[in-house]
């Protein structure tokens, strides 16, 4: 089993900086994509930022700028740097990651449980 473990939430000023960490555990092969999404109350899910294995990026418009994705394979990790946060970016930020367990000839996706951010103007 695989699990994604999101750790560095919370509440801050609109202006303000936070950082997001995502930790993946379980019987990894290789973990390909890996991103961050995020839910507002009462909207769909929608990404934030993904990073490939090769160091590739994509982000949403709406944080093109502010936020940042990078990876450490070393330890299955995926951050997120969010600096000169909204208001609108108040939200549960989910991780996700592609994973090709041990001995498996396919990838599967995994999310985490999530975690709060908001930001207060």
């Known amino acids: 089993q695989v699990q994604l473990v999101e750790s560095g939430g919370g509440l801050v000023q609109a202006g303000g900086s936070l950082r997001l960490s995502c930790t993946a555990s379980?019987?990894?092969?290789?973990?390909?994509?890996m991103g961050w999404y995020r839910q507002a109350p009462g909207k769909q899910r929608e990404l934030v930022a993904t990073?490939?294995?090769?160091?590739?990026?994509n982000y949403a418009d709406s944080v093109k700028g502010r936020f940042a994705i990078s990876r450490d394979d070393a330890k299955n990790t995926v951050y997120l740097q969010m600096n000169s946060l909204k208001p609108e970016d108040t939200a549960v930020y989910y991780c996700?990651?592609?994973?090709?367990?041990?001995?498996?000839?396919?990838?599967?996706?995994?999310w985490g449980q999530g975690t709060q951010v908001t930001v207060s103007s």
């Open positions: 996700n990651a592609e994973v090709r367990r041990l001995f498996a000839t396919t990838s599967d996706d995994y």
């Open positions: 379980g019987t990894i092969s290789r973990i390909n994509v």
């Open positions: 990073i490939t294995s090769p160091r590739r990026t």
